[in-house]
């Protein structure tokens, strides 16, 4: 019996959320929840947007929440906010093509599903096969906000481009298509094999 491969974008997604839910994203805050295919027309049905998508190809999201011994958690309890954060990961199908006005519609649609599920910041993380234009990279790079991070990680080359910020950065080194080549055994997963 043989394993089917994977497409590249089924092979990414689970890095993606393996990454989240394991490794370094973990110190970030504890991803709990993992959804495949969200459909908006749902979530976004009050939300009166131009031209809302109809499915987002993975969301992940958790709280901030401490962890540990009885004093750790007293601790996160009295000093630490408690807030919810979420990653959507969307994939573009020919990312030579696409147009600012695409990538600012999507981060409407998340800043509509943040508000509707309360998430006080977001990853949002486009993916695909191929560079974006030089255009679109110099509008990435020069996106700042504060509670949401924008990363491109292109598959083909494995590189990233990201908007400026501490999320958007600490994004780009949880998302890079570079890692992707890492094996980590199944017990101690924070070391390489």
Same mark, same amino acid.
């Given at each position: 019996m043989t394993i089917p491969k994977l497409s590249a974008k089924e092979e990414y997604l689970r890095f993606v959320e393996k990454s989240l839910?394991?490794?370094? !994203?973990?110190?970030?805050?504890?991803?709990?929840?993992?959804i495949r295919d969200l459909d908006l027309t749902k979530i976004l049905k009050d939300k009166h947007l131009a031209e809302p998508e109809k499915s987002m190809d993975l969301i992940l999201y958790g709280g901030v929440k401490g962890k540990g011994f009885v004093l750790s958690?007293?601790?996160?309890?009295?000093?630490?906010?408690?807030y919810v954060v979420c990653c959507c990961?969307?994939? #573009?199908?020919?990312?030579?093509?696409?147009k600012w006005s695409t990538?600012?519609?999507?981060?409407?649609?998340?800043?509509?599903?943040?508000?509707?599920?309360? #998430?006080e910041w977001s990853w949002i993380l486009f993916f695909g096969n !191929?560079?974006?234009?030089?255009?679109?990279? !110099?509008?990435f790079e020069r996106f700042n906000?504060?509670?949401? !991070?924008?990363v491109y990680a292109d598959l083909k080359n494995k590189t990233t481009c990201k908007s400026t910020g501490f999320i958007a950065k600490r994004g780009d080194t949880l998302f890079h298509p570079s890692n992707l080549d890492q094996k980590y055994?199944?017990?101690?997963?924070w070391k390489k094999v």
């Amino acid at each position: 019996m043989t394993i089917p491969k994977l497409s590249a974008k089924e092979e990414y997604l689970r890095f993606v959320e393996k990454s989240l839910f394991l490794k370094g !994203g973990r110190w970030i805050a504890n991803f709990d929840l993992a959804i495949r295919d969200l459909d908006l027309t749902k979530i976004l049905k009050d939300k009166h947007l131009a031209e809302p998508e109809k499915s987002m190809d993975l969301i992940l999201y958790g709280g901030v929440k401490g962890k540990g011994f009885v004093l750790s958690r007293a601790f996160a309890f009295l000093a630490s906010p408690t807030y919810v954060v979420c990653c959507c990961a969307i994939e #573009f199908k020919n990312p030579s093509k696409v147009k600012w006005s695409t990538i600012v519609n999507w981060i409407r649609q998340a800043r509509a599903i943040m508000e509707v599920m309360q #998430f006080e910041w977001s990853w949002i993380l486009f993916f695909g096969n !191929g560079s974006l234009p030089d255009k679109i990279k !110099g509008h990435f790079e020069r996106f700042n906000q504060r509670e949401v !991070g924008l990363v491109y990680a292109d598959l083909k080359n494995k590189t990233t481009c990201k908007s400026t910020g501490f999320i958007a950065k600490r994004g780009d080194t949880l998302f890079h298509p570079s890692n992707l080549d890492q094996k980590y055994s199944r017990l101690k997963f924070w070391k390489k094999v």
